[in-house]
């Protein structure tokens, strides 16, 4: 597996410093009453030089910086950017376990062959985000989740981190036990108080040691992820409001014929996926990815829905010949999706028999 972690960087305050540029240089706080029981959700960089963590009590915060300036979240207005921000990542990495409105998994092994490649991609990601939304994040790119996550949180903000297959636990090792995923206060007390103080401490454990201090299935689990190891793939929602289908070729294509053929054969498995639903699309979406990484798709939407495949490869082509147009160049991959799903069974409600 090839996994990255993504992190926007102190989200709602980079929002906030968005919105209000007067705050990019003065200590922020977003969260509850500082005078009364609040907690801190994010602070910016400059107010974490005061020692200000999220979960902290506003009133610690305000003691920390008298001067700080605190505002109240907005969720509405994060959803937002949220949204663009994924929006943005699923057009360069399409499959995404989304696990909070900050932050997620992505599947790189899907977009690219090794972890060179994956560098590039992520990379790639960062600065769409950046030119969509003005937000930074910071990847974590990994064989597995566990240090995925740690490598998003090593280099922020801003930062990439790539572990390599064979690096996870020299990699782990040096951090300090209470950033490994998974380790609540509990188990740090339990550890802190038997003198394992980093991650790899906790990955050279006896099982007997293990069991004595964090008896268990989950000694186990949390002594392997000190080792880099960690089984878990992405977890993915059931609702589909889109199909697609992509292909990454082994070196980059220009020649147009090829390219309306692979999309032909693209636009024969979308169809099929709509009949075996039951559904038709109103809108057909080709998707490039030309050499430098670099995205362009072109759509067109339909007064009526359509699940036939030569229709769909026709429009696919015609797209193509259209995004090529705009920017002529090699291509690295070609996709055809369609949207606007429509169960085509209820198109015969109401009609008088």
Known sequence: MILAHLDLDAFYAAVEELENPELRTKPLIVGGDPHGRGVVATANYVARRFG??????????????????FVRPRHAVYREYSRSVWATVRGIVPTV??????????D??????????ARVVAEAVQTAVRAATSLTCSLGVAPCKVVAKVGSDARKPGGLT??????????????DVRR???????????????????????????????RRLLPGSVGVVLRDRARGIDPRGL???????????????????????????????????VAEHL????????????????????????STSLDVGIDDPDQIGDLACRLLDRGLHDRPGALRLVGVGVSGLVEYRQLALGVAE
């Open 52 to 69: 200000i963590h999220s979960a902290m009590s506003a009133a610690e915060a305000l003691r920390r910086c008298p001067q700080a300036v």
């Open 97 to 106: 376990e989304q696990t909070g409105a900050d932050e997620g998994y992505l």
């Open 108 to 117: 790189l092994g899907e977009v690219a062959r090794d972890f060179l490649e």
């Open 162 to 175: 790539v572990v390599v297959p064979g690096q996870e636990a020299s990699f782990l090792a040096p951090f």
């Open 180 to 210: 490994l995923p998974g380790v609540g206060p509990k188990a740090e007390e339990r550890l802190r108080a038997a003198g394992i103080d980093t991650v790899g401490a906790l990955a050279a454990l006896s099982d007997e040691s293990l």
């Open 235 to 269: 977890e993915l929602g059931v609702e589909r409001i889109s199909i697609s289908v992509e292909n990454t070729f082994e070196r980059d294509l220009v020649d147009r014929e090829r390219l309306h053929e692979e999309l032909r054969g693209m636009a024969a498995q």
């Open 275 to 298: 009949r075996a639903k039951g559904q038709t699309a109103r809108t057909v979406t080709t998707k490039l990815r030309y050499a430098d990484f670099s995205i362009r798709s072109r």
